[in-house]
């Protein structure tokens, strides 16, 4: 039994005629027939009785009739919601996003609902690698994460930007109108990070090894505003990126830019790979399309 077999039986009796439904189904009235006849022989009795122009249901007939009904409905509400699906119209997409990238996510959350109303979003705050767990177990589709991720999650990892760090402190721990800031220069200074689950201290961490620092971390913190705020009270420097920077609106407070090496706060989309929904395509081609464009964030250079 099939659902062609179906719609060929439920339309002759629907239009109480073999004739009517084949003009109805454009095929041949005894290919209807023959269909009907095939139907009936697979559930092992008549379904039609027919008495000259009229045709009557058995009371198998009338069971078959109903159902098939309720079938030929639910393959059209299926194809429907395919179609609205695949064209937008309609699904869902979680987005995983780490609390300090979340500012950047905005003119992409802002677009994209402009531009798929129909499509509901649910964004889960949590860190950089959590969030890339989340993404390897299956849980989450996609994230975003600060580089570098862990490479044993084996992840696809597209980055979208990156921005310079800054080192904050109370005005008068730097010289007055530098612009940069060895690295080197940070191992003698009391230093206020964030914690060790954040992406940013990951490569901060990264950085101190590879230029053979050996930090003073006097306080660490999951709020990059109560770091700026024990860098405002005299307690170490904070590092932050550029962003954060902008944000800082108080003559009490000195940024100068990290340098030699530039460290680099970079941003990317992770996924596992393979088949990704309709709306989490458009979501990453919305991103990559206003990252580019400089209206979410500095875009990575080629």
């Known amino acids: ?26 095929v041949t009235q005894s290919t209807v027939s023959k269909m009907v006849r095939q139907l009936e022989e697979e559930i ?49 997409l979680e987005i995983g996003i780490p609390p300090m990238v979340n500012i950047l996510c905005t003119p992409v959350l802002k677009a994209f609902r402009e531009r798929h109303p129909d499509i509901a979003i649910t964004l889960t705050e949590d860190t950089g690698p959590q969030i890339e767990q989340r993404v390897a177990a299956g849980t989450l589709e996609i994230g975003m994460t600060v580089l570098p991720v862990a490479p044993e999650l084996e992840l696809n990892v597209t980055p979208v930007a990156r921005y310079p760090i800054w080192a904050v402190a109370q005005t008068g721990r730097f010289r007055k109108n530098l612009q940069t800031l060895p690295c080197k220069a940070l191992g003698g200074m009391p230093l206020v990070l964030l914690n060790n689950e954040f992406g940013l201290t990951r490569a901060l961490r990264n950085m101190f090894r590879n230029a053979g620092i050996e930090p003073e971390i006097v306080a660490q913190s999951g709020q990059w505003d109560w770091l700026v705020a024990m860098a405002l009270a005299g307690m170490g420097v904070a590092l932050l990126p550029e962003p954060f920077i902008h944000r800082l609106a108080t003559d009490q407070l000195q940024s100068v830019r990290l340098a030699e090496p530039e460290v680099q706060w970079q941003v990317a989309y992770v996924t596992r790979g393979g088949y990704l929904s309709h709306a989490a395509r458009a979501w990453l081609a919305l991103s990559e399309e206003l990252f580019a464009g400089g209206k979410a964030g500095a875009p990575m250079p080629a």
Do not use: C, K, W
């Not at 077999?5 to 439920?10: I, K, P």
């Open 44 to 92: 092992g009795t008549p379904l039609l009785i027919r008495s000259g122009r009229n045709l009557q249901l058995t009371d198998t007939g009338r069971i078959v009739y109903e159902q098939a009904q309720q079938i030929l409905g639910n393959v059209q509400r299926l194809h429907a919601e395919v179609d609205n699906t695949r064209n937008l119209r309609q699904g869902h």
């Open 1 to 26: 039994m099939d659902i062609r077999t179906l719609r060929y039986f439920s339309e002759t009796v629907r239009l109480n005629s073999f004739s009517r439904a084949a003009d109805i189904l454009h």
